[in-house]
């Protein structure tokens, strides 16, 4: 079946300007989350959805940051002001489940973004 | 401050023999542990996982190994391929989310 997609792959943003980030998770998929990864990192947590919950917000680094999932599976991260900080990689990853010790998280391809 | 690290940026392997990946850690509350492996412009893909109550997991070629007194485990792959040439990420389930470390880049030559 189909994987996680993210739209788009790529996004490029002058200083400045709001940025939205679109997440496709699995199907059926109880939990979704966003993470963020830097150049030479590895990804840091950001949000987690339970269906249309946002259960944790604690790693999204500034209120310019605006996480969603209205109807529990399509989940948009939005940003606001970019700053050349946000530069990054953001990577979306569903489970099936909620947070259990044995449910794998599968992730997307991520969306580059590039702030100028 | 890093709660899971790795410690070994790259590593170079020849073709056919063992390449072992190790990851550190700082929480004794970490109850479950995954390697993940990422291709270029890819998401991580999941590799294999193992729970606090087990010492030693096993799938194919891969196998993880846990040492709780250490707070260290490891990844083996035996015999390693060509194809294993990636980015491995050690990751440490804590709550409602992953905290990663920073991967180590395996390169396998023939």
């Known amino acids: 079946g189909a994987g996680v997609s993210q739209s788009p792959r790529y996004k490029v943003a002058k200083r400045g300007q709001d940025v939205a980030l679109r997440c496709d998770p699995i199907?059926?998929?109880?939990?979704l989350f966003w993470y963020q990864q830097a150049l030479g990192q590895g990804p840091e947590f950001l949000t987690y959805?339970?269906?249309?919950?946002?259960?944790?917000k604690s790693g999204l680094p500034s209120d310019r940051f605006f996480a969603e999932r209205p109807e529990g599976s399509v989940s948009t991260l939005k940003i606001q002001r970019t700053q050349q900080e946000d530069s990054a990689v953001y990577l979306c990853a569903s489970m099936e489940r909620g947070m259990t010790s044995t449910d794998t998280q599968y992730f997307g391809p991520g969306t580059r973004l590039t702030v100028l | 401050d890093q709660q899971v690290k790795q410690n070994s940026p790259s590593l170079s392997v020849q073709e056919g023999r063992i390449s072992i990946l190790n990851c550190d850690y700082t929480?004794?509350?970490?109850?479950?542990f995954l390697w993940y492996k990422k291709y270029p412009a890819e998401g991580p893909t999941f590799l294999i996982s193992?729970?606090?109550?087990?010492d030693k997991n096993e799938d194919g070629r891969f196998t993880v190994f846990l040492n709780k007194s250490a707070k260290h485990l490891s990844l083996h792959i035996v015999p390693s391929q060509p194809g294993d040439s990636a980015v491995y990420f050690c990751a440490a389930q804590n709550t409602d989310k992953l905290i990663f470390g920073t991967g180590t880049r395996l390169q396998v030559f023939p």
């Open positions: 929480n004794s509350m970490f109850d479950y």
């Open positions: 193992i729970s606090s109550i087990k």
């Open positions: 199907s059926g998929h109880v939990s």
């Open positions: 959805f339970q269906n249309e919950a946002q259960l944790d």
